[in-house]
């Protein structure tokens, strides 16, 4: 049980910092040798590990546990004042997190913090899962020329059996990562027209961005973007990212992207 549990709060540990699932295998994330799958599946068993030997430990002690339960008398008294002090505490916790209230919610935002800055070092991914996409879908999502990408590839030694194969298949047979790959590919990136739009739904890190940045990537009027929100009585400034402009409006960042998808439509 001791052994399990300490294994238990490091793998914990691990799968608090580490980065989200889309960023995680698009640049194929690893620690100490293990991905971050590798690191949830021992985390679950683990922890199944810990239950197991936990109620095996409640059986082969339950007089000595019983025996403090029981006050100077010698009656069973369930709620004794270390019982409610540990109740009280558990409940508060869970309660808390629930309600997103302090200082719950600064160790769950400072998870957050990691994960962000992560997503900056290693970089997000064109869309989620990408790397699960065939070749030939990928070129089409992200706008690439898919004769100039096979070509691409090519010339830089990565060998695939065609344009069906996953991104993420040909990056472990060539022993690159999906990002790598895709840095191959850019040059075969179409000039995208005037006047650009922004995706049906939202990009990975769209809640980091900054209506500026987002104008500038999908080729938006930043003017008519703001004027938008400002006739949806949304404060808000290009320079903010959308995760502030959501919570300063009491707005789901999800619920913002509509309307910023309906103002760049207009």
Not at 70 to 77: G, H, I, P, V, Y
Not at 112 to 134: D, I, M, N, Q, T
Request: glycine share 8%; hydrophobic share 45%; aromatic share 10%.
């Amino acid at each position: 049980m001791l052994f399990s549990f300490v294994l238990l709060v490091l793998t914990s540990i691990i799968l608090y910092i580490v980065p989200h699932g889309r960023v995680a295998y698009w640049s194929d994330w690893h620690l100490w040798g293990l991905s971050k799958i590798q690191w949830g599946n021992m985390h679950v068993n683990l922890g199944f590990l810990f239950l197991l030997s936990g109620s095996l430990h409640i059986f082969f002690n339950w007089k000595p546990l019983i025996a403090y339960m029981k006050n100077k008398s010698r009656t069973l008294q369930i709620f004794t004042a270390n019982f409610t002090v540990a109740l009280v505490l558990v409940l508060f916790v869970g309660i808390g997190t629930l309600m997103n209230i302090p200082p719950m919610s600064t160790v769950i935002n400072l998870g957050e913090v990691f994960k962000e800055r992560a997503a900056e070092k290693y970089g997000e991914p064109p869309y989620g899962h990408a790397e699960l996409s065939s070749l030939k879908l990928f070129a089409k999502r992200t706008g690439l020329d898919l004769t100039k990408t096979i070509q691409l590839l090519r010339q830089a030694g990565i060998s695939f059996h065609g344009a069906q194969q996953s991104i993420q298949e040909i990056a472990r047979q060539n022993n690159r990562t999906p990002k790598g790959l895709f840095e191959i590919m850019k040059p075969a990136l179409q000039t995208p027209a005037a006047g650009g739009s922004l995706p049906d739904a939202p990009p990975p890190g769209f809640g980091r961005r900054t209506p500026a940045e987002i104008c500038d990537e999908y080729q938006l009027d930043l003017a008519g973007i703001m004027n938008g929100l400002a006739r949806h009585g949304i404060k808000a400034e290009a320079g903010q990212s959308i995760k502030e402009i959501a919570s300063d409006n009491h707005l789901d960042p999800h619920a913002l992207f509509e309307i910023l998808h309906r103002a760049a439509m207009q």
